[in-house]
């Protein structure tokens, strides 16, 4: 059956669709897309939109069943808690369930927003009732057929475990009626389950690809193996945007297993790919390698040059994105009665622990590709467009991540495109190129750099009367084909997220924006906009909080308006679950934050103490709202990572700095992220109970730790820090 | 003035004390300080860092269970990975630390009184400590410390080891004299 | 190219490769054994830990030329180990991973640490598994399954 409505296509959105952003869901990888259906279709919105079952699940003959997920599994868990969802509806034995993840295909783009793809912390949000319906079918297929073959009516049986029961004794297996339910036709309607019913969603269900991760026998994209294969390494410019002069490869080329030597061009300048034999013969030939780099006129971005030239680009209102109330209202209050504030939010990379990788085999009018990717549509496009050939004759693989946090997407697809120029040269053979470490670190695509100038008044009630906020950052979609989408009169939407559609009650509130270029590729960070505007917001509002000599749960009640229903009840949680705040022992003090995040609302208590000079997380105690928790385990799992994520930034070591073009940082020597020494001793994770649709778990808890710390650090030395990473206290 | 004697006695003490300036300055070289430490780390780099991924002392200088010194470093030096190596890496005990809790170089005077300390060297004597800078594994790999990960060669110590070891005896032959104070 | 005769989970492996190569890459690309994992090429992560002579050992700066006899126990063997059987059911029992491309290293380094003392404190935890990164923060469940282990040996 053909779908109701024909999901949005990976290239250009038909005019007839435009981007509204919604209020309280602004922000993020692909915050907020509600593409307007044109006319025609808006009144079907609320009908069920057709998968067909047969994409999405196998049963086999011997009684298993493989569900495809419609994303890629970075770590967040979508590759059980999909299948959960599915199982239930379909009453199929769990014990029996594996997952496998769906390739590039139109019938798997996520059903909001139109597209292919993992982020936004979307899935459960848009795939939720995608794939009750998808087992609510499946076994409604599986009953009529065992129905037909028992002559009785469909409402006489029940199903469970994999097993349908008919009246009297009768009983048959999935297994056994699968390739007769497959003949029939896919109802369009069918009852889900009542909540009641449930038997997976809603249970602490331990993770499908657990064992498999703890043998060493879970393959990632890394670990493909192909017969023939090479492998190529690509030597990287110093500076971003520069070409290859000329190069040298006499040398490498005598090397036993070198195959290849070549130029390649990048999105920005170029570069030579070695391909070899093995990973250790390419990565030496590339350290042999003699390349003249043309760097004439190249730009040389420098951390400290750019901080600078943004500080005075803050001084001034950018493009104004929000306005509302009196612009004078600022004017009429006593500058003692306001706070002047300015931030300085570093690069920051993701750094996933799978190195960047992707596979890809051109026959000529055909390729075969493998990545861990989160647009894999985009990705099959790219790689097709390098390969001159139509999209459909590229077979994208999507393989399990080693961490994601953004950087297994990009607009560009600038990974699948370098890849697929070596396969280009390399015909007939597969190749899979590999980032190395440093090649990562020193690649780009990191969430940018920031400086915020925000000027508060403050009311005689001690809260906010007036707000000026400028942003100065690099816009993360300019140039992209979402620019038309989230960049709405110049200003980046995801660059303010977090500030602009801030739920607080904040009158008199004007945001502005400018967006320098710098010839660092910018990209979405776990978070995106919100990991560097609600450290500004939650550190602003606690500052106003200990002025108003109010407790900074109840200040954030009090601003927050009646309807901020999700908020105020983690923030209700978190004061009942933290009383241990009342209680802290001498020189630890705790700090507090909050934010919702595409529906779900988040709120923390950190408890730190000041150990050699360096802020030392004791204790954390985070609450959250995110409707029906599917997997109350996997959602404590991805709090208490995303809150160790979020820390990053904090750290000396955990940025990234660029001195006269180049980064400083080459590897994780001097790249430090948490490791497990700088992790809290203790995460407490708080569940609000709920049955509203569920909303999603990635990307909420990274961006209220950072400034829950800075928070507790004002209490303990007095000082508000609004520069990151803090160096020594 | 002094009478010959006692100059030719001076002229000793100070060449000695002259030869010690020598044996300091490689001493505090980074390739031999930065596992001379007075605390729970090694250093690394010819800016002394704190050596990355968080290793520790352990109990004997040799790491703990799970990262061990020998979890990176092997009886040689593997240039084409960076990691430096040699026979029995390991910390120098508390007991020869040359610098103090905060990474600070200890001086001259301090350092001399720890290295002639038979207490805390291990019991050696001036003969001990010339052949201890004359043949210890980890003393001679300062000398060919290998490539860093980044291909560059890591820096060497002022003069030959050779030359070190010439200024120790020179300074064994002095009786091992220490400069006054601090 | 040299040939180098290894002892690889209690079997003997004979790889002809550049004496230069990391263990790391003997494993994964010689052997087809990619359990053991790349992370960063230069020690700091723990990713490619696997076990020498017993040690705790990082593959990836390792040179093949320098293994000898020593015996090498990976991720794909640690199984077979008492110790090792024990922190593998005690991690899955957990849901420690999330994307769990370091866990074959946190789980070689935590076996390590077990082997060395069967009732760590939070200290030695802390130390002993200090060097191996995760970037998905499984750390608080790490150190769960650990203790988890650590009460099933005596």
Request: charged fraction near 20%; glycine fraction near 8%; include cysteine.
């Given at each position: ?340 504030a300015?931030y300085q939010l570093p ?188 450290f500004?917001?939650e550190t602003l509002?606690d500052e106003?909080a200990t002025?108003?000599?109010?407790d900074p ?25 933290s009383?241990w705040r009342k209680n802290l022992p001498p020189n630890r003090a705790v700090g507090i934050a ?10 923390c208590a950190a408890e730190v103490a000041i150990e050699n000079k360096r802020p030392k997380i004791m204790r954390v105690s985070v ?20 809150l160790i994520f979020g820390m990053s930034q904090l750290l000396p070591k955990g940025v ?16 430090a992220p948490p490791y497990i020494g700088d992790a809290p001793l203790r995460i407490d ?19 209220v730790i950072s400034p829950a710390v800075v928070n507790a650090l004002a209490r303990l030395t007095g000082k508000r820090y609004r520069s990151l990473p803090l160096l020594a206290l | ?37 007075a605390t729970n780390y ?7 860092h704190r050596?990355?991924?968080n290793?520790v ?43 103090d809790v905060n990474d600070r ?78 | ?121 939070d200290t030695?935890?802390e130390e002993?598994?200090g ?6 923060g499984?750390y608080m ?14």
């Amino acid at each position: 059956m053909r779908a109701l409505i024909r999901a949005a296509t990976d290239r250009k959105l038909s005019r007839r669709t435009f981007l509204r952003v919604s209020g309280t869901a602004a922000g993020g990888l692909f915050v907020g897309l509600h593409f307007d259906l044109p006319p025609l279709l808006r009144e079907k919105q609320g009908a069920p939109k057709v998968y067909p079952p047969e994409a999405f699940v196998h049963v086999m003959p011997d009684g298993r069943i493989a569900i495809v997920v419609n994303r890629v599994e970075l770590g967040q868990g979508v590759a059980t808690a999909l299948p959960m969802i599915l199982a239930d509806e379909m009453d199929a034995d769990w014990s029996q369930v594996s997952a496998e993840l769906a390739p590039a295909a139109d019938v798997y783009k996520d059903p909001v927003y139109g597209f292919q793809n993992t982020g936004g912390s979307a899935t459960i949000a848009n795939s939720f009732l995608q794939y009750r319906e998808l087992g609510a079918k499946t076994r409604a297929m599986l009953v009529s057929a065992a129905a037909d073959r028992w002559h009785v009516a469909p409402e006489q049986c029940r199903t469970a475990n994999s097993v349908v029961y008919g009246p009297g004794n009768r009983s048959a297996r999935y297994a056994e009626l699968a390739s007769a339910a497959a003949r029939l036709p896919v109802p369009e309607k069918v009852r889900l389950k009542n909540p009641s019913e449930f038997r997976l969603i809603g249970k602490r269900i331990r993770r499908l690809d657990g064992r498999a991760k703890s043998v060493g026998a879970q393959k990632f994209g890394l670990d493909l193996n192909l017969p023939g294969m090479l492998i190529a390494v690509i030597a990287r410019p110093p500076l971003f945007g520069a070409r290859v002069k000329a190069f040298d490869d006499r040398e490498v080329r005598t090397m036993s297993g070198v195959r290849d030597v070549f130029e390649i061009p990048l999105m920005t300048g170029s570069a030579v790919a070695i391909v070899a034999d093995r990973f250790w013969t390419a990565k030496r030939a590339r350290d042999r390698l003699k390349i003249e780099w043309d760097l004439a006129g190249v730009e040389r971005p420098d951390s400290a040059e750019l901080f600078t030239r943004y500080r005075q680009l803050a001084r001034t209102v950018g493009t104004v994105a929000v306005n509302r109330g009196d612009e004078g209202a600022m004017d009429r209050i006593s500058t003692s009665n306001r706070i002047v504030a300015e931030y300085q939010l570093p690069y920051l990379a993701h750094t996933p622990m799978e190195p960047l990788n992707t596979t890809i085999r051109f026959d000529g009018d055909s390729a075969e590709a493998w990545a861990p990717s989160q647009f894999p549509g985009y990705d099959q496009a790219a790689i097709a467009q390098v390969l001159g050939l139509k999209q459909q004759k590229v077979t994208y693989h999507v393989e399990f991540a080693g961490g994601g946090f953004g950087r297994r997407q990009s607009f560009d697809s600038h990974v699948q495109r370098e890849a697929a120029e070596i396969a280009k040269r390399m015909r007939g053979t597969p190749v899979k190129v590999i980032w190395t470490r440093e090649d990562d670190v020193q690649g780009g695509y990191y969430r940018p750099m920031f400086v915020h100038r925000v000027e508060v008044g403050i009311g005689g009630d001690g809260m906010p009367a007036a707000w000026k906020h400028v942003v100065v950052g690099q816009s993360y979609l300019a140039g992209t084909p979402f620019e038309s989408l989230l960049i709405k009169n110049g200003v980046d939407f995801d660059a303010i997220g977090g500030t602009e559609d801030t739920p607080y009650l904040i009158p008199n509130f004007r945001v502005s924006a400018h967006h320098p270029k710098v010839s660092v590729p910018p990209s979405q960070w776990r978070s995106v906009g919100y990991s560097h505007n609600i450290f500004v917001i939650e550190t602003l509002i606690d500052e106003l909080a200990t002025r108003a000599e109010t407790d900074p749960i109840a200040y954030r009640l009090k601003l927050l308006p009646p309807n901020a229903l999700r908020l105020r009840a983690a923030l209700a949680i978190l004061e009942q679950k933290s009383g241990w705040r009342k209680n802290l022992p001498p020189n630890r003090a705790v700090g507090i934050a909050c934010t919702q995040y595409q529906g779900t609302a988040v709120a923390c208590a950190a408890e730190v103490a000041i150990e050699n000079k360096r802020p030392k997380i004791m204790r954390v105690s985070v609450a959250l709202h995110c409707g029906l928790a599917v997997n109350p385990l996997s959602i404590e799992n991805q709090f208490q990572g995303g809150l160790i994520f979020g820390m990053s930034q904090l750290l000396p070591k955990g940025v990234i700095t660029l001195k006269d073009g180049r980064v400083e940082q080459r590897n994780f020597d001097r790249l430090a992220p948490p490791y497990i020494g700088d992790a809290p001793l203790r995460i407490d994770v708080h569940i609000v109970p709920s049955a509203e649709p569920p909303t999603g778990c990635g990307e909420p808890p990274v961006p209220v730790i950072s400034p829950a710390v800075v928070n507790a650090l004002a209490r303990l030395t007095g000082k508000r820090y609004r520069s990151l990473p803090l160096l020594a206290l | 003035m002094a009478n010959a004697q006692g100059s030719a006695a001076n002229d000793k003490a100070v060449d000695g004390l002259r030869a010690w300036d020598s044996v300091y300055s490689v001493l505090t070289f980074p390739r031999c300080i930065n596992c001379h430490t007075a605390t729970n780390y090694p250093q690394q780099g010819d800016d002394r860092h704190r050596h990355f991924a968080n290793v520790v002392r352990g109990p004997d200088g040799k790491g703990v269970a799970g990262l061990n010194c020998a979890t990176c470093h092997q009886e040689k030096n593997s240039d084409a990975t960076g990691v430096p190596g040699g026979h029995n890496w390991h910390l120098a005990p508390l007991s020869m630390r040359w610098q103090d809790v905060n990474d600070r170089i200890l001086s001259s005077a301090a350092v001399c009184r720890a290295v002639v300390d038979r207490a805390k060297n291990h019991g050696l004597d001036g003969p001990g400590l010339l052949k201890h800078h004359e043949e210890e594994a980890l003393v001679l790999w300062a000398w060919s410390p290998g490539v860093r990960p980044d291909g560059t060669m890591r820096s060497l110590p002022p003069m030959t080891h050779s030359q070190f070891v010439a200024a120790t005896r020179r300074w064994v032959s002095a009786g091992t004299p220490c400069p006054v104070s601090k | 190219m040299t040939t180098y005769q290894l002892s690889v989970n209690g079997e003997r492996k004979d790889v002809d490769v550049d004496p230069t190569t990391p263990l790391l890459w003997v494993l994964r690309e010689e052997l087809k054994m990619t359990g053991t994992k790349y992370g960063c090429g230069i020690g700091a992560c723990g990713a490619c830990t696997v076990h020498l002579a017993g040690i705790a050992t990082r593959s990836c700066v390792v040179p093949v030329s320098l293994i000898g006899s020593r015996a090498i126990v990976t991720i794909e063997g640690i199984g077979n180990d008492p110790v090792g059987r024990v922190v593998q059911d005690a991690w899955v029992e957990t849901d420690v991973v999330q994307c769990g491309y370091c866990q074959s290293g946190q789980i070689m380094t935590a076996v390590a640490l077990l082997k060395d003392k069967s009732k760590p404190t939070d200290t030695n935890i802390e130390e002993s598994m200090g060097g191996n990164l995760c970037r998905c923060g499984t750390y608080m469940r790490i150190r769960e399954a650990i203790k988890t282990a650590s009460a099933q040996l005596r």
